[in-house]
């Protein structure tokens, strides 16, 4: 890009700070900052994928605020392509919005959006965002509700759970791993679990025997990498009509090569020599209740009719195979069809029995047309593009 980079000086509590746009060298900054803020370990190489590898734009779509020669606050974007018809166009995500704990409630927040906003505005059509969307807490969401953005869309989490008797133990012994109450015993607590857990099995075992789909057609592959041009294929040989993410080679290559957090494995799905449909999955452990999840993270096509229906109920059927061991399979990802996931025994979080053992994300979707009152594109309507949006939570 090639408008001027242009600073400004911003007053609050007696203190002075330089609002900007991100300059190499920031991100030794935002990388402490996101370490501080999250407690996590990321690296400059993690912030490099994210923000300097992304095919979507050529620079990092950042502001930030300085005080004193430190990164203080910072308001990133991650760009994507959205697709409306034959129209594409960039969307960004507001995501890493942070604040340091001694420069809060300064306004910061707020001045660095709305410059953002009005820098962007100002570009040429096709250089700015036509959409901006968030996933935001109970937090950040008013902040982003003063700026314009619109909220309707809750994360629901879809969970298959297949030992039940872990999460059971591990609410009997508490949180704290303070021991089992009442006298209870651990052996008792242990043997309550193995119950639980075959229990569990059995039923989930029957669903599985009654799931309807036909899904012996298929060839189901399994593969240890992401094959971007045969997904991007796949995206694009049934794409939907609505405002949609772009699911093309660039993006493939991109988003599943974050450092550190390589997928487990990718299904094709074949009919004859066509793939039909792709399912991404990770794999992870939580160290609190020593239980591993098993996340399906991405599904393509985006859409389609009972051939895509059946052709993920294939490769949720080899997931499920593959990871019988797993403790939970879940989905945050609204394009696992609802018959899939009915079928193969995911539960919302908001049900019995995940609503007792563990808590909802608590996100919401928000998005707001970058120029007020342009809540369309191409003749489609940016609120349509809520399922997909969700795809990158």
Known sequence: MTETRATETYRAADEEYTLRWFEPGDEADFVALFN???????????????????PSVDEVTMLVAEHEGWVVATCPFLAVRVRAGEVTRLAFLSTDVMTASDHR?????????????DRYAARPA?????LLFNHANRYSQPGFERLGWEYSSPQVRYNRLQRTGSYLVDRVRGSDGAGSPNGVTEAAVRLAGSAATAANRAAL??????????????AVERRDDVPAATLAACYDACRPDAVHVVYDEPFYEWRFSEPGNAPEATYLVREGDRVVAGLIVHRGRDERNDTQTVTISHVTPAAGGPERTAAIAAA?????????????VRTA?????????????????????MSKLAEPSGLTLGRRPLLD?????????????????????
């Open 316 to 328: 949720v059927e080899r997931v499920l195979a593959d990871f019988s061991d797993a403790d939970l």
């Open 36 to 54: 501080e803020i999250w407690s996590a370990e990321r690296t400059t190489e993690w912030f490099d994928w994210r923000y300097r590898d992304n």
């Open 205 to 218: 075992a029957l669903a599985d025997r009654q799931a309807s789909f036909d899904t012996e057609r298929f």
């Open 126 to 130: 096709a250089d700015r965002p036509a």
């Open 333 to 353: 990802n609204p394009l696992v069809p609802p018959a899939v996931r009915r079928a193969y025994g995911f539960l919302p979080d908001g049900r019995l029995p």
């Open 105 to 117: 409630r300064r306004g910061l927040f707020e001045r660095l959006t709305r410059m953002a906003l």
């Open 373 to 393: 009152g342009e809540w369309t594109l191409n003749g489609r309507p940016l609120r349509g593009a809520d399922p997909y949006l969700w795809t990158l939570a």
